[in-house]
């Protein structure tokens, strides 16, 4: 069954440092700048007005939120607090639905469980074969040619698979598609996880997204 949702862009609504300026102004450039697209949302105007909160949030301590968890639970709403607080410094169409990153993110760590996650800050099971980039190697594979890339914080390999999903050729119909919904200010989460199983070689990846997304009752 599809599930069609409506575009509920946030931003950091949860936890932005702010102290000096006005507590509702910030609201305001994230309520406002985030993914409730409207005629108003998307003039210029208001673009400059992200911009210039965005600089005195940055200026007055705004940083990366914590990521702390003790369970799925927490581990969800931490990842959603690293979505938000990069989507609030990425372009609305480079922008991808917080429900896709958390389920992601829970599928590839078994929710912050994996040796990976816990040790090398990567949620994602994101891999390189560049010697150079720091990186774990699989136990059962100590010798292979590729590592699995490690990251000074939780939210840095959340801010890459976002990246990756923004710049790779694998994922360029996922990006077209995307495209399409947001012109249709709705969210098909089938459709946009289907362009997503190149991430993947398990052939369920998908449908194991969008399960999650439901079985989390993920927004």
Not at 6 to 11: D, E, I, Y
Request: net charge neutral; hydrophobic share 40%; charged share 20%.
């Amino acid at each position: 069954m599809k599930q069609r949702h409506k575009m509920n862009w946030t931003g950091i609504k949860r936890k932005a440092i702010i102290t000096g300026i006005s507590v509702a102004a910030v609201a305001f450039a994230f309520g406002v700048g985030t993914f409730n697209p409207n005629g108003f949302v998307t003039s210029d105007y208001t673009k400059k007005i992200e911009n210039k909160f965005l600089k005195e949030a940055i200026a007055l301590g705004m940083h990366e939120p914590d990521f702390v968890y003790t369970d799925s639970n927490s581990f969800m709403d931490a990842v959603g607090q690293c979505v938000d607080f990069i989507n609030f410094t990425t372009p609305r169409d480079q922008r991808v639905p917080s429900s896709i990153i958390i389920a992601m993110a829970g599928i590839e760590s078994g929710w912050g469980t994996s040796r990976f996650t816990r040790d090398g800050n990567n949620l994602f099971g994101i891999r390189t074969w560049d010697p150079d980039t720091p990186q774990m190697k699989p136990l059962d594979l100590p010798n292979a040619e590729f590592g699995v890339k490690t990251y000074p914080t939780k939210c840095a390999s959340v801010q890459d698979a976002i990246n990756i999903l923004n710049t790779h050729h694998a994922y360029e119909n996922f990006r077209i598609e995307r495209k399409r919904q947001i012109a249709l200010d709705i969210w098909d989460y089938d459709q946009l996880a289907f362009h997503i199983s190149p991430w993947s070689t398990n052939e369920k990846y998908s449908n194991m997204i969008v399960n999650t997304i439901a079985s989390k009752e993920l927004p």
